[in-house]
């Protein structure tokens, strides 16, 4: 098995780190197999991949979508490094409103796997960041919504005191407040 | 859509251009999303998701898999610039023993689609580069076949003439002599 997995505080947030074979010409790394992710549990086709870049303090989240377009996300971080988070928002959850975060790095190759019915962002803590992710779903801007990355009833430790964030992002409700409604 | 797709000389051969959204933090893109892809007939799942590095005259190639462990690829470079070869080698095909090249780079985005019955290559042109392949298919050594990447038959036209190869792709055989047994 190429990969080491790992459950976080929240279990079912999986940290993942893959098996680097180095030689002369450089490396070569799986960074996904189906076969390797099934045995774990992680039974999921991937749908859509993404690329941002975002530059440092830049601050994108905490971002989900709704039912029936929520996105399980493979994360992880080519360029750079970020503080990436996910928060527990599926009802009725015993950690509910909980979060878990890990730096992700170009140099320490980690990966989240962060389920449906979860709310993921992250902050940039190098010069500029890119970010890579395999998704459940297909996005759905109609879906789409958000939840403040200060809520203080989630009270995530970001490393950033000052982030810069989309007028979206500025706007987004409190977990308290979020509105699941078309 | 999201995607310009081009279909080259060897018309089963899809050069593919995503679009990039630019704004004040950077940008985000799609690279891959399969009802899109779909709609241009790459109507498969990738099962593996792989990342080299190499650096500048590095050779990886040409290599493909045997059935049933045959990969149809998608591959992008993620880091500086390589060029990027697809050999037809289906038996019975009308473009059989063809190539077609791209250059791909960080810069131009670029991606090719290169599906099941091509043997595939790149040599680095940037100081290194970084590839990201997509599979359909997963990794089964005991199938991993190669060919000689200068072999005359082909007669590719690499732009570097001293390219540094593994031990292993220094020994492929010509198109003519490979053997499909295993
Ligand atoms: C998310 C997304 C955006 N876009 C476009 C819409 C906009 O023009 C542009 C930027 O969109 P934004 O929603 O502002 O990007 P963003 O980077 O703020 O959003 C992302 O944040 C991450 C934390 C989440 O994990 C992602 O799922 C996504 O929500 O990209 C797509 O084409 N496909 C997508 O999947
Ligand atoms: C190809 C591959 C290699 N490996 C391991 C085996 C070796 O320890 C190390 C390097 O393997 P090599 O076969 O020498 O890597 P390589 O970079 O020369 O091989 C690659 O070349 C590209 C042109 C093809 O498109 C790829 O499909 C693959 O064949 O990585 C995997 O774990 N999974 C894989 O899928």
Redesign the interface.
Same mark, same amino acid.
């Given at each position: 098995m190429s990969f080491q997995f790992k459950k976080l505080a929240i279990p079912e947030v999986i940290l993942i780190e893959p098996e680097v074979f180095k !030689? !002369?010409?450089? *490396? *070569?790394?799986?960074?996904?197999?189906?076969?390797d992710f099934k045995k774990t549990g992680i039974d999921v !086709? *991937?749908?859509?991949?993404?690329? #941002?870049?975002? #530059?440092k303090n830049?601050l994108?989240g905490l971002h989900y979508q709704l039912n029936p377009n929520a996105q399980g996300k493979l994360v992880r971080c080519?360029?750079g490094d970020v503080f990436d988070v996910a928060v527990d928002i599926r009802e009725g959850s015993p950690t509910f409103g909980k979060w878990v975060a890990e730096i992700l790095s170009e140099d320490n190759n980690k990966m989240l796997y962060i389920p449906e019915g979860f709310a993921h962002g992250f902050v940039v803590l190098s010069d500029?960041a !890119?970010m890579?992710y395999?998704m459940t779903n297909?996005?759905a801007p109609e879906s789409a919504r958000g939840i403040a990355w200060d809520d203080a009833g989630l009270a995530i430790s970001w490393p950033v005191s000052n982030p810069?964030l989309?007028e979206s992002d500025q706007n987004s409700p409190a977990l308290e407040k979020i509105d699941n409604t078309f």
């Open positions: !030689d !002369d010409r450089g *490396f *070569f790394m799986e960074t996904y197999k189906l076969s !086709d *991937f749908v859509q991949i993404c690329h #941002s870049r975002s #530059s830049i994108r080519i360029k500029w !890119d890579l395999n297909e996005y810069v989309s």
